[in-house]
């Protein structure tokens, strides 16, 4: 057969194609529930670790039903929305945050061994070269962080990329998202370095100066639509 | 001289050792006398990108050398049905699938690697190292060396990436695979890492370097 007809090179195209898209989307289809089971599991280690509580991520379920106590959803407003169609776990800030801003503001309250409640809220932002997001855990006063966590989909290696190492995330507990007065004064990520006596600094990395300044832009915006609820809990 | 070795075993055909000297050579060329970034100048792009850690270079090399393989044995096999006009596209497509395919595996069991290797998978469906070895290569020879030349040059392009990142992650931030091996005594005595290491351009000097030393000491290489 002459394999440079016409009639041939159409045949082969199309069969290559069909036979090509039916093997990736039956690849794609079969492993989807494995590859939702490790995003859902990563989300759940994300928000213990937030927590301070580390845990291997084959066995985070029992570990994130023990110490998530709560799950809660705000609107855009800051108005705690009773019942929702979607539940808070399953929302895709990122998706919200892609697509014409964020709509809803899942909280998760996780309870620690000693009877401290701790509120998780999910950050959602932009880096240099893509999205980047993390968790922010606040105390039981409602301004002081005790933890928060960053990752990233793509920043640069060495540079912004190291938002996501302890180095970094390590400075931010015990920061205060509020002043002594009650003002808003968000977590800001500061260029050349801040006393550690700053209530509301961490230091940034050098070389990353479009991730850190993302990270800044993140908590502030994330911690203005919380604010709401963290204030009326606070003077409840 | 060795070329002529090579004419001799192909015309005394068809029984030929695995591993003769011809198929060494196959895995051994590319480490070296036809390196494809230090010789053939291919992909750059990629060995630009993420030389910054050796890490980030281990996981691409053994992803490149995996996609590489499995495509120049898929292209050999099909190598006398593929329509020439068209073969270009058909490479692309078996490459890419590959990839796909590779990467949904990992991101259903080995979700971690899948992590690290999520911005590298655009940058192996480009490497025009996998699309020139495709065509220069595996649509011309058979299944076997085809898979060897897969493997030598996945090889050949790995060792240079672990080398570049190595001295870049050594200078620019002090550690090797992520450890630290400078010592805080030599912070305290003044010693700064150079940052100018992370960045892309000192990947092409740092190449360059390589290609000055392996020019200098392998004299094939120097063109008259």
């Not at chain 2, 990467?103 to 290797?117: G, M, N, R, T």
């Not at chain 2, 192996?124 to 030598?152: H, Q, Y």
């Amino acid at each position: 057969m002459d394999v440079n007809s016409n009639k041939y090179t159409f045949i082969f195209s199309a069969a290559m194609v069909v036979i090509v898209a039916s093997v990736l989307a039956f690849a794609a289809e079969s492993l989807k529930p494995f590859q939702k089971e490790n995003v859902k599991n990563e989300k759940m280690q994300n928000i213990l670790a937030s927590c301070g509580i580390e845990v291997e991520r084959d066995a985070v379920k029992p570990v994130y039903e023990k110490y998530i106590v709560e799950e809660l959803m705000l609107d855009i407003k800051g108005n705690l929305i009773e019942k929702s169609e979607v539940a808070p776990f399953d929302v895709d800030v990122l998706r919200e945050f892609k697509t014409g801003g964020q709509r809803n503001f899942p909280i998760f309250v996780c309870q620690l061994d000693n009877g401290e409640k701790i509120y998780v809220l999910p950050m959602i932002g932009k880096g240099l070269w893509g999205p980047i997001w993390g968790y922010a855990a606040v105390g039981s006063d409602f301004s002081t962080l005790v933890g928060a966590t960053f990752d990233h989909k793509g920043e640069t290696p060495g540079l912004g990329a190291e938002i996501r190492e302890s180095f970094f995330q390590e400075p931010f507990k015990g920061k205060q998202i509020f002043g002594e007065d009650g003002d808003f004064m968000s977590v800001k990520v500061v260029k050349g370095g801040v006393d550690p006596s700053d209530l509301h600094g961490v230091d940034a990395i050098s070389g990353g100066t479009i991730t850190s300044n993302g990270v800044s832009e993140m908590l502030e915006r994330t911690f203005k639509a919380y604010e709401p609820f963290l204030k009326s809990k606070m003077n409840s | 001289m060795a070329d002529e070795v090579t004419i001799e075993e192909l015309e005394k055909e068809p029984k030929e050792p695995l591993f003769s000297k011809k198929n060494k050579k196959l895995l051994s060329d590319p480490l070296n006398d036809d390196n494809p970034i230090t010789v053939q100048v291919l992909g750059i792009c990629s060995a630009l990108a993420i030389t910054v850690q050796v890490k980030q270079a281990v996981v691409m090399s053994v992803s490149v050398l995996f996609v590489m393989i499995f495509a120049n044995l898929i292209i050999s096999l099909l190598r006398n049905y593929i329509p020439t006009r068209v073969r270009i596209i058909v490479q692309l497509v078996v490459v890419a699938a590959l990839v796909i395919l590779v990467d949904q595996i990992l991101k259903a069991f080995v979700y971690d690697v899948s992590k690290q290797l999520s911005v590298f998978v655009g940058l192996i469906i480009t490497n025009c190292i996998i699309m020139g070895r495709l065509e220069a290569f595996a649509l011309a020879n058979k299944p076997w060396p085809s898979l060897l030349d897969g493997v030598g040059n996945a090889a050949g392009y790995g060792l240079i990436l672990i080398v570049v990142a190595f001295f870049r992650e050594l200078l620019g931030s002090g550690k090797i695979y992520g450890y630290n091996v400078i010592p805080d005594v030599i912070y305290d005595l003044g010693y700064e890492n150079n940052g100018l290491m992370i960045l892309s351009p000192m990947a092409l000097i740092a190449v360059g370097v390589y290609i000055w030393i392996q020019r200098s000491w392998n004299t094939k290489l120097i063109e008259e």
